[in-house]
């Protein structure tokens, strides 16, 4: 079996409000970005990652040259697009050149720094047996509300049946490049790659990772990642 991961990177972090891309904003003095690829590379079956950029990026150029030994020959860049599934599908492209139809390909969010290796293999492990693929997700805890565009409430949902989608998602180099491809044609808008399976008539599987897989979208989850991680190495050490 032979993994690839994109780890698009392409964003200007806009509702973070900052002036630098919030990929790059540090927790202890490491850039998001890194602390994602870090948490990638540690998983030994993926052959190589491809980052995706943004045509004017100004930081990953020194950011690389400064990680090149760290990790070596696995780092593949590519310039993105200005939605996040056309920076993941010009990876996908570029993937070309050296994945099979039936590789599979992780898809990374860059701001999702607190993954734990485990969970990633986790998916690997339970996704590989399973002929469309799938990404790691949680159950909803929260009640869950229905409201009207004036915020009234309309109705209470079921949380049972939903589940808060994480990353990374895994699915087929070919099928997956295909369906993003299918979206970009249709002018459909998704927002992660299940979506765009989903749109073709592929039915992903969810695989429960951990809860403090966080997403950083507001300058408070930039504090709450911070102790995530503190507690992930606190973890480690205990074992």
Known sequence: MT??????????????????????????????????????????????????????????VELQESVSVEFQNRIVTVMGGDERYQSVLNGLTAMTEFAAADDWVLVHDAVRPCVRVGDIEKLIEEVSGNSIGGLL??????????????????????????????????????????SIEAVVTSGEQVTDEAAAMEVAGFKPIMVAGNKDNIKITHEADLVLAGQILINQASDNESK
């Open 3 to 60: 993994i690839w991961a994109v780890l698009p990177a392409a964003g200007i972090g806009r509702r973070m409000g900052t002036t630098i891309p919030k990929q790059y904003l540090s927790i202890d003095g490491v850039p998001l970005l890194l602390h994602s690829l870090r948490r990638l590379s540690a998983v030994k079956k993926i052959e190589k990652i491809v980052v995706v950029i943004h045509p004017e990026d100004s930081h990953w």
């Open 137 to 178: 997700g949680s159950p909803v805890d929260n009640t869950l509300k229905r409201v009207d565009k004036e915020l009234a409430v309309i109705e209470t949902v079921d949380r049972n049946s939903y589940w808060n989608a994480l990353t990374p998602q895994m699915f087929r180099f070919a099928q997956l490049k295909q």
